[in-house]
């Protein structure tokens, strides 16, 4: 190892100059990455993407979309059902249902056209019927006119009758020729998108409606057509393009209308004639006169028969379309009853809101979510709702301003984090060009940065604590060249002697850190990446661009004759406050033990009562506006955790399946009613419009399959071999959740399907545990790789454990004062062990490492500890206090989380840097005999 660095300083110290540019040219490279660096928030960073939970949460969300975002509503009653603004929420509606991204939209809106769908499709249904009673109709005049025709004595008492009868059937052919010439106006307009449709086909209803009546169509019929008359004027833009024949048809329309128009004017006058002229007899040509009449009377009818019939083989391309008077908006919400139809329940919580709920796609990127979420807040300023408050919230826009805000955060830390070190650094490192370790380890710090987006590893809410360690450690291994270089002043000596020191606690905070990769939360690996990666370019930076630079200057001094006082050995207040406190200690070496193993007792087994936090949402700022929303959704829907039972059969419709589905929701219900507040599945959409399905024949797979696909494709795949069930909860502990979710999975045992028990409840159950096991397992695994690599190093037991036992004392400390101050353990809090163990163990190994070269010079234990203690104490406080400066600022920003992890850090390295001057100390006097052997050492 020495040779490594013997050749590294040889060259630094033969081409300085060229040294520095060649390696900032690979830390430029390194920066370059910065620029890809993602902000990530996702359930992947919560729960390890291999785990069964998360599998079956990311299938789920492949079929049935994931996060939901909400626009909610608020205000006076006659304001929230009026015209204007439910047509701007349709409007809304219609901006952003075709939007990248979104999985389906329900609101007002949607729902209104629901229900003008399944009205028009009845509506539909029996053109069929009239087109085939008026084709009967046709025949049975075309018989009359032909049997007229063969008769050459009619009986005039039975013609009279049927004339009178004619009569009556003319004014029948005048309405019908009204409904055509509607039905052409109508059909015109559709090529043109135009959509006064509506109206003409509003006409043809009411005229369809009177036919009934003289066809005799039955009473439900006739019920279904008053309907369906009264909210034609909602019906869409009209009929969309039928094909070439839009026009064709149209003139066949108007043709026909001019054609009933003619036979009801023809047969009104005819058969007045016809009756004035019965007292006088009727001739034979008369009678044939009126037999062609009726034949041709019977073609007309044909024809019209089978413009209905056009009309309903071209039906798939009529479109419901939204209501424009406040009668018809009223009747769509309550029909003929003072209440408001069920159909609505899911987006009217009470008279005073509604909302709208967009579901996203699943496993959809982050940069997708923010802009669905700007598409929206852009969509919803552009109606300018009036006297109506509108909230835009839900998770994933409490995301996005969430990566927004954790930019903003990041940038504030890093500068403050750089000020206040560089303040620290003045006061306590008095050497020449003290900053420039700063600024060095600055430039590491962003080219970890760039070095993380060019490995694809993202940032997250614990990551953003990633820059402050590293300035404090990155500085400490600055601090410990330059100290050592102004003493020897060569380049080629200090990494001789401080070299293998500082690289074996780069070793050690390595390991430490690497300990991490243990965690089964994904942000906690990915802190740990961060963490080693920023360790190990410090490391280097601070050899191939601090080095070069000292030794640029002196090169460049000695040129110029420049001479400056070099440092003298007078002692400061710090070295005489290190060597006293070194002196007393050591003194009470056993007692200050003793005492701190105890303390360390206590810690450990009050850190068994802390508390773990895993809302998310008291992580982040409380502040923001985001947050704020969410809370007032909340408060105004109800609680918005859910469990997902994710169904797989190969018919979820068979009737054991449905029968499991509809008893599951009473079960849930009944079995759990302080915990699940609501249970939906395909079952209650039926539910909520069985009502609209007049047709009694309509079988219940059939109501699924009619249903509108926005609908169904939320509890039901398209091939329906894959369901949904969501299961809203209240607010509860997590300790309660993970008993629910235990609870559903011994439930789902017993079902018919193949059931799986996921959603982001259940990912959160899942961090928990993550949180609560893992800890402790990657605090000893840290310990563990700590000690086997200084074993390996060392050769020796005694010098593997010295550096480890004060700062596992510090671990063993910290528990306690968590317990103390109320601080629960967070996903970044999780991991005060390993990072003490990695921060710490650099100050301990220094200080080791200074021992031992003193006491092989010839120096006894109690001289050896002195010269050591004010030597490099000096450069060990001032990088101890510039990290504690550093971590302080985490105590100013404004993720909650981070201010808790920000204050144990500055206990934990305070604590660490008092026991490398109190506990390391005595630990080295009494094992002394054991790291150094005597013979070559002389008092």
Avoid at 827 to 847: F, Q, R, S, W, Y
């Amino acid at each position: 190892m020495n040779y490594i660095f013997d050749r590294i300083g040889r060259l630094i110290e033969k081409i300085p100059v060229k040294t520095f540019i060649g390696s900032m040219i690979v830390f430029l490279i390194m920066i370059s990455g910065a620029l890809y660096v993602n902000m990530s928030t996702g359930s992947e960073t919560l729960v390890d993407s291999r785990s069964p939970v998360f599998i079956s949460n990311r299938e789920m969300e492949d079929n049935f979309g994931s996060d939901s975002i909400i626009i909610l509503f608020s205000g006076e009653e006659d304001k929230l059902r009026s015209v204007e603004n439910l047509t701007k929420i349709h409007n809304v509606e219609d901006r952003l249902k075709y939007h990248d991204g979104i999985f389906s939209i329900m609101s007002p809106s949607s729902i209104i056209h629901l229900m003008t769908k399944i009205q028009g499709e009845e509506l539909v249904s029996r053109t069929e019927d009239i087109s085939l009673g008026l084709l009967e109709l046709s025949k049975n005049l075309k018989g009359i006119g032909e049997e007229l025709a063969k008769k050459d004595i009619p009986d005039m008492d039975l013609i009279e009758e049927k004339i009178s009868g004619l009569s009556e059937i003319s004014l029948v052919f005048r309405e019908l020729s009204n409904g055509q010439l509607n039905l052409s106006n109508g059909v015109m307009n559709i090529g043109n998108n135009l959509s006064e449709i509506s109206s003409g086909i509003s006409n043809v209803a009411d005229q369809l409606m009177l036919l009934s009546n003289t066809t005799g169509e039955n009473q439900q019929l006739k019920m279904q057509l008053e309907t369906i008359s009264r909210n034609l004027s909602s019906t869409s833009e009209g009929l969309m393009k039928i094909s070439g024949s839009t026009a064709n048809l149209s003139q066949g329309n108007i043709n026909t209308s001019d054609a009933l128009i003619n036979i009801s004017r023809n047969l009104q006058s005819e058969t007045q004639e016809m009756k004035d002229m019965m007292s006088g007899g009727i001739n034979k040509d008369e009678l044939s006169l009126m037999a062609d009449g009726f034949i041709t009377m019977s073609d007309k009818l044909r024809e019209i028969s089978e413009g209905l019939q056009l009309l309903n083989e071209k039906s798939s391309m009529m479109v419901p379309y939204f209501p424009r008077t406040q009668d018809d908006v009223e009747f769509m919400l309550y029909g003929d009853e003072d209440e408001l139809r069920s159909v609505f329940r899911d987006v009217y919580m009470d008279k005073n809101n509604m909302m709208m709920i967009l579901k996203l796609d699943g496993n959809i990127d982050d940069s997708i979510k923010d802009r669905i979420v700007v598409a929206i807040k852009d969509s919803v300023d552009r109606e300018n709702f009036d006297e109506i408050e509108v909230v835009i919230s839900g998770k994933p826009v409490l995301d996005s301003a969430l990566r927004a805000e954790m930019k903003i955060n990041m940038r504030y830390m890093v500068i403050l984090a750089v000020i206040t070190m560089f303040i620290i650094l003045m006061a306590v490192f008095k050497i020449r060009w003290r900053a420039i370790s700063l600024l060095i380890i600055f430039i590491s710090v962003i080219a970890t940065l760039g070095l993380m987006g060019l490995l694809s590893v993202p940032m997250t809410m614990v990551s953003m604590a990633v820059f402050p360690i590293l300035i404090g450690l990155g500085i400490d291994y600055s601090i410990q060249f330059q100290n050592r270089y102004e003493e020897e002043k060569s380049a080629r000596s200090t990494l001789l002697h401080v070299g293998k020191a500082v690289f074996i606690a780069v070793l050690a905070t390595v390991l430490g850190f690497i300990s991490l990769y243990a965690s089964p939360v994904p942000m906690i690996r990915d802190f740990g990446k961060m963490l080693t990666i920023g360790v190990m370019v410090s490391f280097v930076g601070s050899i191939m661009l601090l080095l070069p630079v000292l030794t640029s200057r002196d090169v460049f001094d000695s040129k110029t004759m420049r001479a400056f006082k070099m440092p003298d050995d007078k002692e400061t207040i710090v070295d005489k406050i290190l060597d006293s406190t070194a002196g007393f200690v050591t003194k009470h070496k056993i007692i200050v033990i003793v005492l701190a193993i105890a303390i360390a007792a206590v810690g450990v087994y009050a850190d068994r009562d802390v508390g773990v936090e895993t809302d998310i949402e008291t992580f982040m700022p409380q502040d923001m506006d985001a947050l704020k929303d969410i809370h007032i959704i909340r408060n105004k829907v109800g609680s918005t955790n859910q469990i997902a039972l994710f169904l797989k059969s190969d018919d979820i419709l068979k009737d054991e399946n449905l029968d499991w589905i509809k008893n599951t929701k009473e079960y849930l219900i009944d079995e759990y009613p302080e915990s699940i507040v609501e249970v939906k599945s395909i079952d209650s959409i039926i539910s909520n419009l069985e009502g609209m399905f007049s047709n009694n024949d309509y079988t219940y797979s059939q109501m699924v399959w009619d249903l509108p696909e926005s609908q169904r494709k939320m509890f039901i795949t398209d091939d329906g071999t894959k369901g949904l069930i969501i299961v809203s909860l209240s607010h509860m502990p997590i300790g309660m959740m993970e008993e629910l979710v235990i609870s559903l999975n011994q439930y789902v045992e017993d079902s018919p399907m193949e059931v799986a028990v996921t959603g982001m409840s259940v990912l959160d159950v899942e961090m928990v545990e993550g949180l609560t096991g893992g800890r402790i397992k990657m605090t000893l695994l840290g310990m563990g790789l700590v000690f086997m690599a200084l074993l390996v190093v060392y050769r020796n037991v005694f010098k593997a454990f010295i550096p480890v036992f004060p700062i596992a004392l510090i671990v063993g400390m910290s528990g306690g004062i968590m317990y103390l101050l109320g601080i629960r353990y967070t996903p970044i809090t999780a991991t005060l062990g390993a990072l003490v163990l990695g921060m710490g163990t650099e100050m301990t190994i220094m200080l080791l490492e200074r021992y031992l070269e003193e006491r092989h010079r010839g120096m006894n234990k109690q001289d050896a500890i002195s010269i050591s203690v004010k030597r490099i104490g000096k450069a060990t406080v001032a990088s101890g206090l510039t990290t504690i400066g550093g971590f302080s600022v985490l105590m100013l920003s404004k993720f909650v989380i981070l201010k808790d992890f920000g204050l144990m850090t500055v206990i934990n390295i305070s604590l660490a840097l008092i026991s490398t001057f109190v506990i390391l100390p005595c630990v080295l006097i009494l094992m002394d005999r054991f790291i150094v052997k005597e013979k070559g050492v002389s008092n």
